[in-house]
């Protein structure tokens, strides 16, 4: 075992990182429980929710460690909320997950970790940190293939791969849900959160935006431009959709291949017409030094990995395969390791 720690754990209130504070604590590491208070506004899934900081605060006490609540609001609202609105304005397919740990869990709370004296960060993240030889880290894929979060983590460097701990990485599901049933945690069997937490059940993604950008109704042709549909809110239509087009029955399947949101206007092909060998990167992070070797490309975050490499600032697939939104990670791994990643261009 290494030598013990003082390490800060983000408790969202699920079973993951739990089981995670639970895990150190069991390792002998001093641990300190944190749940961000990150969204205001009305949430009822997702992990922003006042239950989900009341779980975590209960499993913190059963667990007898300190538990503290740490208020990002603001920053919340400036990298994730803000440009989740402003993406979907400009015809875009934000990830706000994966910006939440860029700008929250893997700075914000990192650095306050840092400033408070921490040695290390631990998430409930279902993905592994390897060093290798020479010294350098990269993510890797978790135990439970699937539950693993590697693709939503890619955004640590290597000076946040030496800090952050995922004490969960190394198990599946089921033995996560047994360690918390053993240690009698009230989230053992509590569901997993699978949407995002400022958008409710009940309001949709369209209520949210409705209230904070101009949403305009939108035409909807073919390669043509012969008009054949019209759209209520073209801000909300995604690559690749198929259904909500006000498209007239019968005849092949139609998917949205193109999205104008400045001119208001969808354009929908077939299937093929959504193919393409290759995707232009924004941001391309190589995690340390680049790398050669035939990659696989993960464009999802529970994607079927594709045979790729990479070109300049452009990822080409070894057999054509369905178009990556605009505004979604492309993530790049070495067998299970991430080894570079960067945003679908427009």
């Known amino acids: 075992m290494s030598a013990p720690e003082r390490v800060l754990v983000a408790m969202s209130g699920g079973v993951d990182s739990s089981v995670a504070a639970a895990v150190l604590l069991e390792q002998g590491h001093e641990v300190v429980g944190v749940t961000m208070k990150l969204w205001g506004g009305e949430a009822d899934q997702g992990c922003c ?3 989900d900081v009341d779980d975590a605060r209960q499993v913190a006490a059963h667990l007898g460690i ?3 609540v740490f ?19 400009a015809g875009r397919t934000p990830n706000p997950c994966i910006e939440c740990n860029r700008h929250l869990k893997f700075d914000r709370l990192l650095r306050r970790a840092d400033a408070l004296g921490f040695d290390a960060l631990a998430t409930g993240h279902h993905a592994r940190i390897v060093q290798r030889m020479d010294g350098t880290r990269r993510v890797a894929r978790g135990a439970d293939p699937a539950k693993d979060q590697s693709y939503v983590v890619h955004v640590l460097d290597q000076a946040g791969l030496a800090r952050v701990r995922f004490p969960v990485g190394g198990l599946t599901k089921a033995d996560v849900r047994a360690v918390a049933a053993a240690a009698g945690l009230a989230t053992a069997d509590k ?19 409705g209230d904070r950008i101009a949403t305009r109704p939108g035409t909807v042709v073919d390669a043509g431009g012969v008009e054949l549909g019209r759209v209520a809110a073209v801000e909300l239509v995604t690559l690749g959709q198929r259904h909500g087009l006000g498209l007239p029955g019968g005849g092949p399947p139609r998917y949205v291949v193109a999205v104008d949101a400045p001119g208001a206007v969808v354009t929908v092909g077939s299937a093929e ?3 393409t060998d290759r995707v232009r990167l924004e941001g391309l992070r190589w995690v340390a030094d680049p790398v050669g070797v035939p990659l696989l490309a993960q464009t999802s975050a529970h994607g079927t990995p594709r045979l790729a490499h990479v070109e300049g600032d452009e990822v080409v697939f070894a057999e054509r395969s369905r178009r990556v939104a605009p ?3 492309v993530v790049l791994y070495e067998a299970d390791e991430v080894v570079a990643a960067g945003t679908a261009a427009s």
């Open 66 to 68: 300190e538990h503290h």
């Open 327 to 329: 505004g979604q990670s």
């Open 49 to 51: 929710s006042v239950a």
């Open 191 to 209: 569901p997993d959160s699978q949407d995002v937490c400022f958008i409710t059940a009940t309001g949709g993604r369209a209520a949210f935006l």
């Open 273 to 275: 017409d959504l193919l």
């Open 71 to 89: 208020n990002f609001g603001d920053h919340f609202d400036r990298h994730v909320v803000g440009p989740y609105a402003a993406d979907h304005a």
